[in-house]
């Protein structure tokens, strides 16, 4: 079964400094791989996607890396803002599938 | 509206009674998703619409949940004989073509049995 696990589960950092969320997934074959943030109340809104050859990608203040090799992802947020506290959502897609893996989640809570 | 809507926002419905969640996709979008968001676990595949295609419902969890598509746009999933069990935020999104594409997502329904 195609898994993707994040960490951690949930983080709480002051505002204006920066964290890095991660995620390992075992989702094979690989087609390429998204960061969503989840607003309280909302629906999932994609942040950044990248595929098999890309290693980097970035969104403003967020950063995505993807090492495909140890399917590794890791989202980088910097100089964070109180409105970037929301669960960020690691999801992999399968070459040739409709049907995505999600992760559970990591909840960022920033404190002014 | 531009994006994905749904109702209603909130149901709080009683056990054994049947539920029926509303999606509006985005104007010509012909892929449409459900899911189910239970705390802590991430989002899982009910059902996939693609067009006129014959709907893939492998992820519907029992027979007490079916899901329409009327005219390729607006859906209803219908929750029958509710259990506690279906206490969720249940999520719909569209997508503009192919599964490669962005999936849209609306901002859910939470369902509440009690």
């Known amino acids: 079964k195609n898994q993707v696990e994040q960490s951690p589960q949930s983080l709480i950092i002051l505002e204006g400094k920066n964290c890095t969320l991660q995620?390992?997934?075992?989702?094979?074959?690989?087609?390429?791989l998204r960061w969503y943030k989840q607003d309280t109340g909302r629906g999932p809104v994609s942040l950044t996607i990248?595929?098999?050859?890309?290693n980097t990608k970035s969104n403003g203040r967020y950063t995505a890396t993807l090492d495909a090799d140890t399917k590794q992802s890791s989202l980088h947020i910097t100089a964070s803002q109180l409105s970037d506290s929301a669960s960020y959502i690691c999801v992999v897609r399968a070459l040739n599938d409709y049907k995505l893996s999600f992760g559970a989640g990591t909840t960022v809570t920033v404190r002014a | 509206g531009a994006g994905v809507s749904q109702s209603p926002s909130n149901k709080v419905t009683e056990k054994g009674k049947d539920v029926e969640l509303r999606c509006d996709p985005i104007s010509g979008h012909t892929a449409l998703y459900w899911y189910r968001q239970s705390l802590g676990q991430g989002l899982e595949f009910l059902i996939y619409?693609?067009?006129?295609?014959?709907?893939?419902k492998s992820g519907l969890p029992s027979d007490r949940f079916s899901a329409e598509r009327t005219g390729g746009s607006v859906s209803t999933l219908t929750i029958q004989r509710t259990q506690q069990e279906d206490s969720a935020v249940y999520l719909c999104a569209s997508s503009s073509s192919g599964y490669q594409e962005t999936q849209y997502f609306g901002p859910g329904t939470r369902l509440l049995v009690l």
């Open positions: 995620c390992n997934y075992t989702v094979s074959p690989f087609s390429n």
């Open positions: 990248m595929t098999f050859s890309e």
């Open positions: 619409f693609q067009g006129n295609s014959a709907p893939d």
